[in-house]
């Protein structure tokens, strides 16, 4: 009788809540219903609290980052372009590359939210960022960690199959992309265990699935190839890729996905764009082989995932300035050309909000 009165005297709420209820909004790739969120984060955060015996192991962070306005590197990615034949357009699109300046606030994100990492790698080709770096930060060049016979290289894929190759690198690490934000104060357990098990962050989708819709790309063909390693070596067919934020990892799973698999990294190393054998060790081949032998256990990372050339910007923009309490744990501003219906303030709408976020 309850749900009939408030039918009858707030018809627009009881659609409104009805709605809600059969048709929950999920802001992030785990798919979590938003009005739960609060809850969810502030249980896990509880959680960790408990745990007084936290890890004592150092924590770096990676972070991969290129330059796509140096003159040098456009010199460089236009000459190995050209000379590719049957070159898959995704992997040459500008918004692989684009920088928009967001790295400014990726770094900041980390200070702020994550005052516990020790260092923060940043890996380019020989490339500086115009702002001011702090002393946590440290300039790691693409040669210091890849035979240079495989350099110059434009393929993410090569670079995080070489990360372990960082000679300060602690064992246990985080790999960020350019594009991943930390957006509330993180605790080192949200990423390692007291006991030293790492966080999986897992997605709901399924590559099945994406395969089944056509979603052919360098990267899904990546993590198709990983899986067929995985199958043969543990006998596990994993469907399930990761969340589009930072990753958990240990360095000496890398030195073990290199023994195991040598020959079919070595057969993807010298692609200097995504192609269709690549494999990527940082983001679905390592984490796996993690989880399998138990040195990971699936955890939550509730982080608004979105295409900033797209409508769908605004709303994540809108719910992260409203200063959510709490906040979501981390935000994915991705950058993919989409088709003619791209946002054409794309870019100055992404750092104006960056500005006001963590101002």
């Not at 000679?167 to 993180?186: H, K, P, Q, T």
């Not at 198709?224 to 958990?248: D, G, I, M, Q, W």
């Not at 990294?265 to 054998?277: A, G, L, M, P, Y």
């Amino acid at each position: 009788m309850s749900k009939f009165n408030k039918f009858l005297k707030n018809p627009g709420i009881f659609f409104r809540d009805y709605f809600i209820k059969k048709y929950p909004l999920s802001l992030d790739e785990q798919c979590h219903n938003f009005l739960n969120e609060k809850i969810l984060i502030e249980n896990d955060l509880r959680l960790y609290d408990i745990v007084v015996n936290q890890s004592n192991e150092p924590v770096d962070v990676v972070i991969t980052w290129v330059n796509n306005q140096d003159p040098d590197w456009i010199t460089k990615f236009e000459y190995y372009r050209n000379k590719k034949i049957n070159i898959d357009l995704i992997s040459i699109d500008n918004a692989r590359f684009e920088d928009h300046g967001e790295l400014f606030y990726v770094i900041k994100s980390i200070e702020l939210h994550m005052k516990w990492v020790r260092n923060i790698f940043l890996i380019t080709d020989d490339q500086i960022p115009t702002f001011r770096l702090s002393e946590k930060v440290k300039i790691i060049s693409h040669s210091q960690i890849i035979d240079k016979k495989y350099l110059p290289t434009f393929n993410s894929h090569v670079i995080e199959a070489h990360l372990h190759n960082i000679s300060e690198l602690s064992e246990n690490f985080i790999y960020f992309n350019d594009d991943v934000f930390v957006a509330r104060n993180l605790p080192k357990t949200h990423f390692l265990s007291g006991n030293n098990l790492s966080s999986l962050f897992v997605t709901e989708k399924d590559l099945n699935i994406l395969l089944k819709k056509g979603f052919k790309t360098p990267t899904l063909s990546a993590s198709l190839n990983c899986r067929e390693l995985l199958l043969k070596k543990y006998n596990k067919k994993v469907n399930n890729p990761l969340v589009h934020t930072y990753v958990s990892l240990k360095k000496s799973y890398f030195k073990l996905a290199w023994s195991y698999f040598n020959q079919e990294i070595s057969n993807f190393i010298e692609n200097k764009f995504r192609d269709n054998n690549d494999l990527n060790l940082a983001t679905f081949l390592v984490p796996w082989m993690m989880y399998i032998e138990g040195k990971s256990k699936l955890s939550r990372d509730i982080c608004y995932y979105f295409n900033i050339r797209s409508a769908n910007a605004k709303t994540n923009y809108a719910f992260l300035h409203k200063k959510l309490n709490p906040m979501p744990h981390s935000f994915c501003a991705n950058d993919f050309f989409i088709n003619k219906n791209n946002d054409p303030n794309y870019k100055s709408n992404l750092m104006e909000f960056l500005k006001k976020f963590y101002s």
